[in-house]
């Protein structure tokens, strides 16, 4: 069943009872001073002040604060989440440092849901709860629970103002430490929130508490996420993740939006934005999607104009290009595994090179008030104070296990416009950046090599719809390896099949007359996987080597490098990989290694073909065009093993493909 808007009781309006502008009014001069009621008077739109009215009238609040995104205001929040606790001050000017409770550390995966009416389909990724159910769980929990404190009321945009595929957005919280968050991440909206609804025709209405902040009452943690009115519930949590929702809250929304609504004009992904200079100073920009902790904020952070981390809102612009911004202007990045060598200019931000503003989660630190976390290349501390109280080597929590010196989840939130190669001019243009290299990526340890390119627009969704991933730390209670769907499928509302057959509409649009070129990127592959000792996994190659793989997407975009035909995509020649690895990162790529990269393990790849078509067998109305192109890939990969054997090296696929 499509998704069908405004459809059953909205819940949000229902409980808080408040029908009229006269109520509303009341409820404002009740609950705001005389500067905040000013504010909100500014705001013409009756739908939106409703929503705030029957918020206020929900979560009874002792006075409600408005957000205007002044230099004061913002100062006010800062100031705010110091004094109530929730953050605390750091050595370095402008950082500070958050913790979430320990049970609090990532996505409550078992504690999130769609609210859905009855008969409505939702992805088998996901969990739902029928409206009813979901309204009295609403009303019992959420109601009262501002009694004492203040209610923030914050206006953001999804995106620049006046971009095409950009979503206005309400958030409603008490939580200080959440509105510093969505200053530093979302362009205000403030000033325009009336225009910018009249051009989206939407927007997206989000309320949050922490309640009691206890342990104990996790367990009463839920977010909720109403397709039908656009609107989230999140309580009794604040790790930011579950509770800041204009990121994954309402990217779901925008991904329903897309693939019921603009089908065939826009998309919303879970993609990097960045852009790489070319020969003659050209700028090529490039989308990328990857799940969390499998290399995107790293492949961001490579381009010479970096644009975004995160996510992206696509669309078609009239000349035929695809274009993208990013809905938001800072990261909320993990930082595991940040380093110089890799990360050079977020290390910058993060170690006082550079000033910046940044709010640290979950990290140790030290007794100077310098944050530390795992990966960083520096030495660790004698002791500090991290997610689970204060630390010492070798702690253990309860269940016995070492707690290291940082949640793997452990994030840094800092703007978009500290970071060095950061194009602050197109990162901010509604205009958006025109898209010519779409990239797919995973953590895979045996199967696929760094990078190959689709053949047909059908092939590059199929890298999309391939991905596989182990596991990672941003999911509470999640373990193994995952399939992870274009890495947007935990974040894809609807039943997969729509989504897939949204995507195949998209790429093939006739209207798209200056296509992309779709590839997989993979920078997992071990020695053990690739002829080494078994169970060796150290990886063949170095967090530097992005470089030269998206620089030969570059230039591949721009027919400037041939390659070598095979039955999943085109690979690079080694020649060309020489000649880049050289001239971008210094580096002597051996013939030796390029073979282990691009060798075909023939038997894996047809397992890997295996379990994805079993898996989408198994979806409902799935498009057959993504079976029919894994039979001819699979047939292709037959033929290969019964000429060459199990393992095809790229001089054996020359000669039965030739180079393109």
């Not at 009014?25 to 005389?34: A, N």
């Not at 501390?381 to 109280?389: D, L």
Request: aromatic share 10%; hydrophobic share 35%.
């Amino acid at each position: 069943m499509l998704l069908e808007l405004k459809k059953g009781v909205d819940i949000l309006s229902d409980i808080g009872a408040v029908a009229s502008m006269d109520e509303a009014r009341k409820l404002f001069e009740e609950k705001c001073d005389e500067e905040n009621l000013a504010k909100i008077n500014t705001i013409k739109n009756e739908e939106a002040l409703l929503k705030i009215a029957n918020a206020i009238s929900l979560l009874k609040p002792e006075a409600v604060w408005i957000n205007a995104s002044s230099e004061a205001d913002l100062q006010y929040v800062r100031d705010m989440a110091l004094k109530n606790g929730e953050e605390f001050a750091l050595k370095l000017d402008g950082h500070t440092c958050h913790y979430d409770l320990p049970e609090d550390q990532a996505r409550l995966i078992k504690q999130t849901f769609y609210i859905v009416n009855e008969g409505e389909d939702i992805s088998v990724l996901a969990r739902k709860m029928l409206r009813g159910e979901a309204y009295d769980y609403i009303k019992d929990t959420m109601g009262g629970i501002m009694q004492s404190r203040i209610m923030t009321v914050s206006f953001w945009n999804r995106g620049p103002v006046g971009a095409k595929a950009a979503v206005p957005a309400i958030m409603i919280t008490d939580s200080f430490y959440v509105v510093h968050s969505g200053n530093i991440l979302y362009p205000p909206v403030f000033a325009n929130f009336d225009k910018e609804v009249e051009r989206a025709g939407v927007f997206f209405t989000n309320t949050h508490s922490m309640g009691t902040f206890k342990s104990e009452d996790i367990p009463k943690a839920r977010i909720f996420m109403d397709r039908s009115w656009f609107t989230t519930f999140s309580m009794y949590c604040t790790y930011a993740g579950n509770t800041l929702m204009l990121k994954k809250g309402n990217h779901r929304f925008a991904v329903d939006l897309c693939t019921y609504y603009r089908e065939e004009d826009q998309l919303s992904e879970h993609m990097f934005i960045t852009g790489l200079t070319g020969p003659g100073g050209r700028k090529t920009f490039m989308a990328g999607a990857a799940p969390s902790g499998c290399g995107k904020t790293t492949t961001a952070m490579v381009g010479s104009d970096f644009i975004g981390d995160d996510l992206a809102q696509i669309w078609l612009e009239d000349d035929g290009t695809m274009r993208a911004v990013n809905p938001e202007i800072g990261i909320f990045g993990i930082v595991k595994d940040v380093n110089r060598e890799g990360d050079p200019y977020l290390m910058k931000c993060l170690r006082g090179d550079k000033p910046a503003e940044a709010i640290w989660s979950n990290v140790l630190i030290d007794d100077d008030l310098v944050p530390h976390w795992t990966g960083s290349g520096e030495p660790t501390p004698a002791k500090g104070r991290n997610f689970q109280g204060e630390w010492t080597p070798g702690k253990k929590d309860a269940t016995g296990n070492p707690v290291p010196i940082s949640h793997p989840n452990a994030r840094v939130t800092l703007s978009c416009a500290s970071i060095d190669n950061y194009n602050y001019e197109l990162g901010n243009s509604p205009a958006g950046v025109p898209i010519k290299v779409i990239t797919y990526s995973g953590r895979d340890s045996d199967t696929m090599p760094p990078v190959w390119v689709g053949k047909t627009p059908d092939h590059g969704v199929i890298i999309g719809a391939s991905i596989i991933s182990a596991a990672t730390a941003t999911e509470v209670g999640v373990t193994g390896v995952n399939r992870q769907p274009w890495a947007n499928a935990p974040f894809t509302p609807g039943p997969l099949a729509d989504y897939m057959d949204a995507q195949f509409t998209f790429f093939n649009s006739h209207k798209l007359t200056q296509k992309p070129i779709m590839a997989g990127l993979n920078y997992f592959l071990t020695h053990g996987a690739r002829g080494g000792d078994p169970g060796d996994t150290t990886l063949l190659g170095e967090k530097r080597d992005v470089k030269p793989w998206l620089t030969w997407l570059e230039r591949r975009a721009h027919d400037e490098v041939k390659a070598i035909d095979s039955p999943i995509g085109f690979i690079p020649l080694y020649d060309d990989l020489k000649l880049i690895f050289n001239e971008t990162i210094a580096k002597e790529y051996t013939k030796e290694l390029y073979d282990k990269q691009f060798s075909f393990y023939i038997d894996n790849i047809i397992a890997r073909i295996d379990l994805q078509k079993k898996a989408y067998s198994e979806e409902r109305d799935c498009p057959q065009r993504i079976f029919e192109v894994y039979d001819e890939q699979r047939a292709g990969l037959e033929e290969l093993k019964s000429k060459y054997g199990a393992v095809v090296s790229p001089d054996q696929l020359i000669e039965a493909y030739g180079v393109k």
